[in-house]
């Protein structure tokens, strides 16, 4: 969610922006789309209960209706079209209406049956101008066999045609413009808060645009380590984020033949790091100098991850339902002794300042790279805490 400045890498502007035939053809193939499902959902049957997998709610799905009621996600289906015609991404002041998954087409994300995962993709984007992150198009045009691949799953678990991927993507679904009210600031506010809660849900596909930025017309050709929204938004993603759920962009070359698949989609999986409390997370970017829009953004930034750093910890037992052993699992993570400090000081902070239930076991000693000192050094940060490390 970082904006840009005159003093990055620069390519000639491209002043084609928007492309209006490529959105005018997808807004229309989309309307048939949301008036077939409209139909559909209007039936006098019970096929939709039919269709809700009780893996849903399992998999956290009340948490996503939260914010399919809040701030809303983007019909995948829509966004393939708007690739395939050549478009470019629309600011959310310019996202169509029947582009929208709300809670009244929740109904069309329910049928997921895949196990610790959901059909929601969050994305995780450089923004390559400083009012526009794709505004060519190339981003999207990258991520097109991840958004075909994962429709095309949620289809195999239904019954109907209508099922399709939720997505969160910052420009389409956080408010772009200036906000003139405090009631349009608290809607931007809670839209920015809906886009980190997506990117940390344990079940929520998050992928990382991790590739070289294009050339051609854009302004700011950082690449995602550079920047600091980026390194925020992948620690969110590892803060609870469940086994094949984080995907790096970069491996998408060559993992994916003619037709994509969730199979192929699992090669795109990317190591989590170890989750980072708030207090590490502000020292790592003071030292790494990473690039935000001015010292406010930054802030910023800090401040959103202490919230869904807390929320998340706070919420995670009652948000799956089903996993009823008070258990946190960071095992066989191939994590290091540096990242066996920064997991003990995220542990620590989480034991301190969230609501944790009584007698939470974290299995982490296992299938990790640890010295003796690094277990040591775990046990003893955690000793006058409510946690049990194993």
Same mark, same amino acid.
């Given at each position: 969610?970082?904006?840009?400045?005159?003093?990055?890498?620069?390519?000639?502007?491209?002043?084609?922006?928007?492309?209006?035939?490529?959105?005018?053809?997808?807004?229309?193939?989309?309307?048939?789309?949301?008036?077939?499902?409209?139909?559909?959902?209007?039936?006098?049957?019970?096929?939709?209960?039919?269709?809700?997998?009780?893996?849903?709610?399992?998999?956290?799905?009340?948490?996503?209706?939260?914010?399919?009621?809040?701030?809303?996600?983007?019909?995948?289906?829509?966004?393939?079209?708007?690739?395939?015609?050549?478009?470019?991404?629309?600011?959310?002041?310019?996202?169509?209406?029947?582009?929208?998954?709300?809670?009244?087409?929740?109904?069309?994300?329910?049928?997921?049956?895949?196990?610790?995962?959901?059909?929601?993709?969050?994305?995780?984007?450089?923004?390559?101008?400083?009012?526009?992150?794709?505004?060519?198009?190339?981003?999207?045009?990258?991520?097109?066999?991840?958004?075909?691949?994962?429709?095309?799953?949620?289809?195999?678990?239904?019954?109907?045609?209508?099922?399709?991927?939720?997505?969160?993507?910052?420009?389409?679904?956080?408010?772009?413009?200036?906000?003139?009210?405090?009631?349009?600031?608290?809607?931007?506010?809670?839209?920015?808060?809906?886009? =980190? &809660?997506?990117? *940390?849900?344990?079940?929520?596909?998050?992928? !990382?645009?991790?590739?070289?930025?294009? @050339?051609?017309? $854009?302004?700011?050709?950082?690449?995602?380590?550079?920047?600091?929204?980026?390194?925020?938004?992948?620690?969110?993603?590892?803060?609870?984020?469940?086994?094949?759920?984080?995907?790096?962009?970069?491996?998408?070359?060559?993992?994916?033949?003619?037709?994509?698949?969730?199979?192929?989609?699992?090669?795109? =999986? &990317?190591?989590? *790091?170890?989750?980072?409390?708030?207090?590490? !997370?502000?020292?790592?970017?003071?030292? @790494?100098?990473? $690039?935000?829009?001015?010292?406010?953004?930054?802030?910023?930034?800090?401040?959103?991850?202490?919230?869904?750093?807390?929320?998340?910890?706070?919420?995670?037992?009652?948000?799956?339902?089903?996993?009823?052993?008070?258990?946190?699992?960071?095992?066989?993570?191939?994590?290091?002794?540096?990242?066996?400090?920064?997991?003990?000081? *995220?542990?620590?902070?989480?034991?301190?300042?969230?609501?944790?239930?009584?007698?939470?076991?974290?299995?982490?000693?296992?299938?990790?790279?640890?010295?003796?000192?690094?277990?040591?050094?775990?046990?003893?940060?955690?000793?006058?805490?409510?946690?049990?490390?194993?």
């Amino acid at each position: 969610m970082d904006g840009s400045e005159a003093d990055c890498r620069l390519d000639e502007p491209d002043e084609s922006y928007p492309k209006t035939d490529a959105a005018e053809r997808a807004e229309a193939v989309q309307a048939v789309i949301f008036a077939a499902a409209a139909k559909e959902a209007e039936k006098p049957t019970d096929s939709l209960a039919l269709n809700l997998d009780p893996k849903w709610e399992k998999n956290g799905g009340k948490a996503i209706e939260a914010v399919l009621a809040s701030t809303g996600l983007i019909d995948a289906q829509y966004l393939i079209n708007l690739a395939r015609y050549g478009g470019a991404l629309p600011r959310c002041e310019q996202v169509p209406a029947v582009a929208w998954i709300g809670p009244k087409q929740a109904w069309r994300l329910k049928s997921w049956s895949g196990f610790g995962s959901s059909p929601v993709l969050a994305i995780s984007a450089g923004w390559l101008d400083p009012d526009h992150p794709d505004k060519r198009g190339a981003t999207l045009r990258k991520v097109l066999p991840v958004l075909q691949a994962l429709v095309a799953t949620a289809r195999t678990f239904a019954s109907h045609e209508h099922a399709t991927i939720g997505v969160m993507w910052d420009v389409c679904c956080v408010p772009q413009l200036p906000p003139s009210t405090s009631a349009e600031q608290e809607v931007a506010e809670r839209s920015r808060q809906d886009h =980190a &809660r997506c990117l *940390a849900h344990s079940a929520v596909h998050v992928l !990382l645009v991790t590739t070289e930025p294009p @050339r051609g017309g $854009y302004r700011d050709r950082r690449r995602f380590e550079e920047r600091g929204w980026s390194f925020v938004e992948e620690r969110l993603s590892c803060l609870l984020k469940f086994d094949d759920c984080l995907w790096d962009l970069t491996k998408l070359e060559g993992a994916v033949g003619a037709t994509p698949s969730y199979a192929s989609m699992l090669k795109l =999986a &990317r190591r989590r *790091a170890p989750p980072m409390s708030p207090r590490d !997370l502000e020292k790592e970017l003071r030292q @790494r100098k990473l $690039y935000f829009r001015d010292t406010e953004d930054g802030a910023r930034a800090v401040r959103l991850y202490s919230l869904i750093f807390s929320e998340s910890f706070d919420q995670f037992f009652s948000s799956f339902p089903a996993r009823k052993k008070m258990l946190l699992c960071y095992k066989g993570r191939g994590f290091n002794d540096a990242d066996a400090a920064t997991l003990a000081e *995220a542990l620590s902070y989480a034991a301190y300042n969230c609501k944790l239930p009584s007698g939470l076991v974290v299995h982490a000693l296992t299938g990790n790279r640890f010295s003796p000192d690094a277990v040591e050094l775990l046990k003893e940060k955690l000793k006058k805490t409510s946690l049990k490390i194993k």
